[in-house]
């Protein structure tokens, strides 16, 4: 999976690939709960969402899809978190898509690819191809 493929990848000096319950301050009272999140290295405190994750993913599932799809690119956007990673483990198309936060404070398309299509994550190098992420 993609938690997986970064941890693989990361350079662990300057990065750490976290799973699970972790939480990404969009503001004093509101939290989003990414399935991944890569966060600078050293202290951070999930509960508060300090310091601002780099990079978030989400994956699909039917009952995310629109949240994942519609919502959470602009609120990861207004936290300021640089990139955000969506993808889809649809077994017959699996996909991939990256963006990355542009100078207007907006999520935009850098990357994608589905199923086969290799794909690396700018941030970090990981192979993060639709076909091989979607077993793991």
């Known amino acids: 999976g993609l ?77 300021g978190v640089h990139w955000f990673v969506l993808a889809d483990p649809a077994p017959d198309s699996p996909t991939v898509v990256i963006y990355r936060l542009n100078a207007d404070g907006q999520h935009q398309q850098v990357a994608s690819a589905v199923n086969d299509e290799p794909l690396r994550c700018p941030l970090t190098g990981a192979d993060l191809t639709p076909a091989i992420i979607a077993v793991g």
């Open 3 to 79: 938690a997986f493929a970064w941890r693989a990848a990361i350079d662990r000096t300057r990065w750490q690939v976290l799973v699970g319950p972790q939480r990404v301050r969009l503001d004093e009272t509101t939290w989003a709960e990414p399935d991944v999140a890569i966060w600078p290295a050293g202290d951070v405190d999930l509960a508060a969402g300090r310091p601002t994750a780099e990079l978030v993913a989400e994956v699909l599932s039917p009952s995310s899809v629109r949240r994942d799809q519609r919502d959470k690119p602009d609120l990861y956007a207004q936290a």
